[in-house]
């Protein structure tokens, strides 16, 4: 039986070295990373950028994703 491929979930990464931006050639196709945006990326090419001080996890929201509702007063 054949191992079979795990499938992780996107990961977002932050571009902050001193240009501008830049593209970056993956196996599955070029990506365009802006100064401080935040870019969705595979888990796989997230790898391969987590080595590389220009690249950083994007911060993770801080907002809850639950709220309780108000009660009048």
Known sequence: ???TKKTSAPTEV???GGSDGVVIHFPSGPVEFLHGVPVEVSADNAKSLAEHPDF???AKA???TTQSPKEDA
């Open 14 to 16: 932050v571009y902050t």
């Open 1 to 3: 039986m054949s191992p």
């Open 62 to 64: 801080t907002t809850p």
């Open 56 to 58: 950083q996890p994007a």
